[in-house]
Nanobody, 126 residues
Framework: VQLVQSGGGLVQPGGSLRLSCAAS????????VAWFRQAPGQTREFVSV????????YYADSVKGRFTISKDNALKTAFLQMDKLTPEDTAVYYC????????????????????WGQGTQVTVSS
């Protein structure tokens, strides 16, 4: 599955952004989708994951209550709504897809995901 990301940019602290992740294949509807992020000099870290039918989702503690993951299978697109952003959220954000319809028990590891988007920069600064 080829994933193409959009969204991101520069936002002030407390602001909001929405990232999109569009898939090229119909199999997206049966795929689990996750978001990761990578700050300069740091490893890629898990942000959120959603099951193929949107029934289940998980979040990293650092974003819980502020970020919302969603998936529209008709549009073959996943979203990450980011609210109450802080400078610590500054990173390159990546979407990723796993062909399994259910969330892997090790969903926070990058090796689980077979397809990756190109990444998009999110900068939170005043």
């Amino acid at each position: 599955v080829q994933l193409v990301q959009s969204g991101g940019g520069l936002v002030q602290p407390g602001g909001s952004l929405r990232l999109s992740c569009a898939a090229s294949e119909f199999t997206f509807s049966s795929s689990t989708v996750a978001w990761f992020r990578q700050a300069p000099g740091q490893t890629r870290e898990f942000v959120s994951v959603i099951s193929s039918n949107s029934y289940r989702s998980y979040y990293a503690d650092s974003v819980k209550g502020r970020f919302t993951i969603s998936k529209d299978n008709a549009l073959k697109t996943a979203f990450l709504q980011m609210d109450k952003l802080t400078p610590e959220d500054t990173a390159v954000y990546y979407c990723a897809a796993d062909s399994s319809p259910t969330i892997n028990t090790e969903y926070w590891y990058t090796y689980v995901y077979e397809s990756w988007g190109q990444g998009t920069q999110v900068t939170v600064s005043s």
